[in-house]
T-cell receptor, first 116, second 112 residues
């Protein structure tokens, strides 16, 4: 079974600084997707960024980028120029590329605090 | 385009009762999945429906069930509620396999 581990329960960063959230995963599959989701106090899970395992290029979405190390099974999220609105729980998630097994497997989450 | 809508937002029940939660997916989305979120166990997959058929099921007891209607709306039911069923239940929808998953704001269930 696949597992996702986030080793940082809490992180904090000064506004406008850069912060990196860590995630490691375990799988024997070669076809899969990795995600970072953000959950603000409103509780809605919002997709931040997605990475296909077959793509070597790291995904980027504006101030959010990932460092995908496939051999090391590592998938970290970098947030540049942190803003107060970035404060939230961040979840790393894995999904198989097998169309018959497309559930998301989540890590335990990292609570990110932005200090003004 | 309206997002994923879950009703009710909050629910309080007592042990032994049953509960039904509702989810309306984004228009055009035929896949609906459900997740349970608790402080101890985190986010866990319950089940997924596509075109009224259950495609995947997580490791939950038979007290947890669901269904999907022809208009893609989905319900999940929990019978004989236990204290440990207190959780945030999240519904998500997508248009097809490998497409992005969009979540609702959840139903917070408290079992007393």
């Amino acid at each position: 079974a696949q597992t996702v581990t986030q080793s940082q329960p809490e992180m904090s960063v000064q506004e406008a600084e850069t912060v990196t959230l860590s995630c490691t995963y375990d799988t024997s599959e070669s076809d899969y997707y990795l995600f970072w989701y953000k959950q603000p106090p409103s509780r809605q899970m919002i997709l931040v960024i997605r990475q296909e395992a077959y793509k070597q290029q790291n995904a980027t979405e504006n101030r959010f980028s990932v460092n995908f190390q496939k051999a090391a099974k590592s998938f970290s999220l970098k947030i540049s120029d942190s803003q107060l609105g970035d404060a939230a729980m961040y979840f790393c998630a894995y999904r198989s590329g097998n169309q018959g097994a497309q559930k998301l497997v989540f890590g335990q989450g990292t609570r990110l605090t932005i200090n003004p | 385009k309206a997002g994923v809508t879950q009703t009710p937002r909050y629910l309080i029940k007592t042990r032994g009762q049953q509960v039904t939660l509702s989810c309306s997916p984004i228009s055009g989305h035929r896949s609906v999945s459900w997740y349970q979120q608790t402080p101890g166990q985190g986010l866990q997959f319950l089940f997924e429906y596509f075109s009224e058929t259950q495609r995947n099921k997580g490791n939950f007891p038979g007290r947890f069930s669901g269904r999907q209607f022809s208009n893609s709306r989905s319900e999940m039911n929990v019978s004989t509620l236990e204290l440990g069923d207190s959780a945030l239940y999240l519904c998500a929808s997508r248009s097809g396999p490998n497409e992005k998953l969009f979540f609702g704001s959840g139903t917070q269930l408290s079992v007393l």
